[in-house]
C-alpha cells in the first residue's frame, strides 16, 4: 500500500521506478487484452467485494494469457481506496 501511495503522489517517485499506475476496469483491460501491452503490467489490486464475479473470471482469463503473468493480489475497499488517485475507485489498480 505504502509503495502503490507513493507512486500515486509522486512523479518523481514513478520516474525513478519507471512505473505507470492504471486505475479502472475498462483501462486494466485494454492493457491485458493487448499483445504489445500484456506483459508490461506487473501487479494488479483486484478489490475482493466490489466486482462481480464474472468481470474478476474475465481479469483472471486475461492475467492467464500473459507470458510473464502480474502478480495479483486481492483486497479491501478501504485498501483499494488507499492505493487509488480517484474519488471512487473502480476497484482495479494495475502497476
Not at 478489490?47 to 492475467?63: A, I, N, R, S
Amino acid at each position: 500500500v505504502k509503495r502503490y501511495k507513493s507512486l500515486v503522489r509522486k512523479k518523481r517517485k514513478r520516474t525513478e521506478e519507471n512505473a505507470t499506475i492504471v486505475e479502472g476496469q475498462r483501462a486494466v483491460l485494454d492493457l491485458l487484452s493487448e499483445s504489445t501491452t500484456r506483459n508490461l503490467v506487473k501487479h494488479i489490486i483486484l478489490e475482493e467485494d466490489g466486482m462481480p464475479e464474472q468481470m474478476m473470471k474475465t481479469f483472471l482469463d486475461l492475467v492467464a494469457t500473459c507470458s510473464l503473468p502480474p502478480k495479483v493480489t486481492y483486497a479491501s475497499s478501504a485498501v483499494v481506496k488507499a492505493c487509488s488517485d480517484t474519488v471512487t475507485p473502480q476497484g482495479v489498480i494495475a502497476l
